[in-house]
RNA sequence: GUGGCCGUAGCUCAGCUUGGUUAGAGCACCUGGUUGUGGUCCAGGAUGUCGCGGGUUCGAAUCCCGUCGGUCACCCCA
């Protein structure tokens, strides 16, 4: 074989595929439960979007984006996030009012692949658009904690933080910005060259956070609207029982974000990226990409951290209730019949797609990790079927119209 | 973009320090023991450009140089 995936992508293959399967229902599941309909986009964008949409001055913009020219000489860029293109979708959508959009899919970031970084990577996350209501906040912080909660996740911490608006936040990066010249002869020589330009993301720096223990917190210089809508997310938050930590150090890296900023994180996860989903409030990206001031808030979750996390293999879930095993070449056109039967009848079975031996049927059916048989012979001529249980060796003869609850009850 | 570690059978790896007969193991796979019974057990079977290129040497998986790939970390983020 002389191909093998571009650096940073994988093959997705059972039997781990069937955990990403089995995530990405639940996804979908809780999404439409919460009121969040389904948008799709395209993967690649006017490299604009991002550009404006992300920030000129971010790391995404500046070192990471998938950007190439096409034949008519446009510039494009395959996405490196999801939130300013389904915000450009919906500017283009004319929708007036309030609007809940879940999305799914792979973001593309030209970075060096580690444990939980990838190039090409997958996440699924919500917008809740045109709404400023702190309500909205909790509920996109609410349902991301769920998604980890139903996937029986086991171990996350939600990271809070406020980091004011356009009308609080010059004063705090002002009184960060002067308590970081103080320290200057602590500082890493990265974080003294991004104190000149972003002063916020030097406390993201794993080298200096140590020396700013005490650092200005964004939380005491925020305006009366911004507290108050910081202490409604958190009032609301405590009402339906999602647990958080208050985090003043936490920054996130694109530069949409205004109040709200949340993470969370995969405690006892060994590999550097334990930030399994992260989000906040965007209320001026809508005027950044050109459109009336739509405020809004969302989230992402990365779901290859979450199951590399999780720690799951997919191993041990069986794909198949039934194998249907035929004794005899005769009969596999009656097989064939009763096969179609089960499936439509909500069981998931299967045969072989060619006639072998009973025991090459049954290294099959074993191969499938089935959990249960059932032997299609000479029984068949007065309706009966032998079933055998594959875990527990049991094997019964019941009538062919039992099989298919014999099936179901033998997950 | 910077740095550490690793490339030997389909997979996981041993062998390399101290160069020398046919390069090994486990798992997986195939056949049989069981002509209607898998997984377990027993017997047998197939499997390699030792990542690639060059150098040193009588001789290189083993030593040296280069290169490509993987991996982890920094940075940043999901």
Not at 62 to 81: A, I
Not at 107 to 131: C, H, I, K, N, S
Not at 201 to 215: F, Q, T
Not at 359 to 368: G, L, P
Request: glycine share 10%; hydrophobic share 40%.
């Amino acid at each position: 074989m002389n191909f093998t995936p571009p650096k940073g992508t994988d093959d997705i293959f059972p039997p781990t595929s069937r955990a990403w399967r089995r995530t990405l229902i639940i996804w979908e599941n809780l999404a439409e439960r919460y009121g969040y309909d389904l948008v799709m986009g395209p993967i690649f964008e006017s490299t604009d979007v991002f550009a404006r949409g992300v920030g000129e001055s971010t790391e995404v913009v500046q070192k990471q984006m998938y950007t190439f020219e096409d034949k008519g000489g446009r510039s494009l860029t395959l996405r490196p996030e999801g939130t300013a293109s389904v915000v450009r979708a919906f500017l283009g959508s004319g929708v007036q009012g309030e609007m809940k959009l879940a999305y799914s899919g792979p973001m593309f970031r030209y970075e060096r692949p580690q444990a939980g970084r990838r190039r090409q990577f997958y996440q699924t996350g919500v917008e809740y658009l045109a709404t400023a209501a702190p309500d909205a906040d909790a509920e996109v912080i609410e349902i991301g904690y769920r998604f980890l909660e139903e996937l029986g996740f086991p171990a996350v911490e939600v990271a809070l933080n406020s980091i004011g608006d356009a009308a609080c936040r010059p004063a705090y990066v002002e009184a960060l910005r002067i308590y970081l010249n103080e320290k200057r002869e602590l500082l890493c020589d990265e974080s003294l060259a991004t104190l000149e330009t972003n002063p916020l993301r030097v406390l993201d720096c794993k080298v200096c956070a140590p020396h700013l223990i005490d650092s200005p917190k964004a939380v005491d210089y925020l305006c009366g609207e911004c507290a108050s809508h910081f202490a409604s997310i958190r009032e609301r938050l405590d009402g339906v029982g999602v647990p958080y930590r208050l985090e003043p150090r936490l920054v996130r890296g694109l530069d949409y974000y205004t109040r709200t900023a949340f993470e969370y994180i995969a405690t006892g996860f060994d590999a550097a990226q334990n930030a399994v989903g992260g989000g906040g409030r965007y209320d001026g990206l809508a005027e950044t990409l050109g459109g009336p001031a739509v405020p809004g808030v969302g989230l992402a979750m990365g779901i290859d951290r979450i199951l590399l996390a999780a720690g799951q293999t997919g191993a041990d879930i069986a794909p198949l209730d039934l194998f249907v095993v035929v004794a005899s070449p005769e009969l596999r056109e009656r097989a064939a019949g009763f096969l179609s039967d089960l499936r439509r009848a909500g069981v998931r079975a299967d045969m072989t797609p060619d006639q072998r031996s009973v025991k090459a049927q049954f290294r099959a059916a074993n191969r499938r990790k089935a959990t249960g048989a059932a032997i299609i012979g000479d029984e068949w001529n007065s309706s009966r079927v032998v079933v055998r249980n594959l875990t527990t060796s049991i094997q019964e003869l019941i009538s062919v119209e039992e099989v298919a609850e014999w099936a179901k009850n033998n997950r």
